[in-house]
């Protein structure tokens, strides 16, 4: 969007938060505050965004990198001192300006964008987001002129009875003309209580130059949420999981009970897919169509084919292909690939695998540092033995091999292709392709043995 700028306020401590965390770090729906903020302004296609830092500033940035220009306010000396820290980077464009808070993550890019078309329409030098509440108190209330336009805004204290009553409140989310607003911020005053200088004293010093100020109403007053506290943290949580929630149900996704399900909004989700109670989907994961992810699965930053079940299992930072069954009680650690047609029973432990196509690992077995191939059957209690105390290595075991049960491969060994591992061996060398390998001690029994230990 040409000739269109946010400002960021995100300098603030937040020392009612009662945490280490810088505020807008902590996570909604598992990303930062500031970067639902940032993200909606991308979506937007501003030209730039200047994010104002203060406490934490390099956690932020490190968060945000190049996404943002930045600009430091090193005392918290109000909002129209934070937005002033911007000018060097802003005040010698023509535009307009958004200016919104780094804490206030529900606010959506549509209705932004529905904010800055009203602003160009009416021809305004400043337009205030609004929002209608049930309880407006403690909110600065918008009072409108007969031709609709913002004649002032009347903090709490200062409202008649007349008006408390109006429900129309100030959000803190603003769109200005970029040269009105770094020529206002110079001119305004901290003549108050805290000695600060507020944001809102430009849109009166606009008025008193006969300029424009209008008011867009969000059709949600969830939107304009600011997060300060933990319980205000809870709700905008709650909000956004709902949101996204009902999201992919109108997508096509069910989900049997949204209140108890939790999803990133960076989730993608294809249609016809169920997602049962308790499910956990974090990160930019993709799950394809027709899959059935089952109660209290946890799914980090993966990718899931189609057809797929995941019954009460972990997959973490990997790739799972279709049809393909998982659990229950598995867990696929980061960087394992696992195939089409695949089986993952309970109990076993995936770390940084391949497991080719159609083969199975049915249960309580461990495969670390493996490539295994298609059609492999994985008998019960298999562990390929990676790690040697200082070094990790891998096992490799070819298409169409057998491996009994409780099985231990001490790696690095391969399995060929068609090979067969009897039940309890301890293999320490390759076994060539077709070929039985058993590595167990002989059985031996001594008659009568039992009776003697009982008369010690």
Known sequence: MTNTYAVVLAAGKGTRMKSSLYKVLHPVCGKPMVEHVVENMEKLGVEKIVTVVGHGAETVQSELGSRSEYALQAEQLGTAHAVIQAEDILANLSGTTIVICGDTPLITSETMNDLLNHHKQTGAKATILTAIANDPTGYGRIIRAEDGHVKSI????????????????????????????????????????????????????????????????????????????????????????????????????????????????????????????????????????????????????????????????????????????????????????????????????????TVGNGSKISHLSYMGDASIGSNVNIGCGTITVNYDGKNKFVTTIEDDAFVGCNSNLIAPVTIGNKAYVAAGSTITKDVPGEALAIGRARQENKDGYANKLKLK
């Not at 008025?207 to 300060?228: P, R, T």
């Open 154 to 353: 009347v903090e709490q204290k200062d409202a008649s009875d007349e008006e408390q009553l109006v429900r129309e409140i100030n959000s803190g989310t603003y769109c200005f003309d970029n040269e009105a607003l770094f020529k206002s911020l110079k001119l305004v005053k901290n003549e108050n209580a805290q000695g600060e200088y507020y944001l809102p004293d430009v849109i009166e010093i606009l008025q008193k130059e006969g300029e424009i100020i209008s008011a867009f109403a969000a059709k949600d007053f969830d939107e304009i949420l600011g997060v300060n506290d933990r319980i205000a943290l809870s709700q905008a949580e709650q909000i956004m999981r709902s949101r996204i929630a009902y999201h992919h149900m109108r997508e096509g996704v069910t989900i049997i009970d949204p209140q108890n399900t939790y999803i990133s909004s960076d989730a993608v989700i294809g249609a016809d897919t169920v997602i049962q109670p308790g499910v956990i989907i974090e990160g930019k994961t993709t799950i394809g169509e027709n899959c059935m992810i089952g109660p209290n699965s946890h799914i980090v930053s993966s990718v899931v084919g189609n057809g797929t079940t995941i019954h009460s299992s972990v997959v973490l930072s990997s790739e799972v292909g279709d049809h393909t069954a998982i659990g229950p009680f598995a867990h696929i650690r980061p960087q394992s690939e696992v195939g089409n047609d695949v089986k993952i029973g309970n109990f076993v432990e995936v770390k940084k695998s």
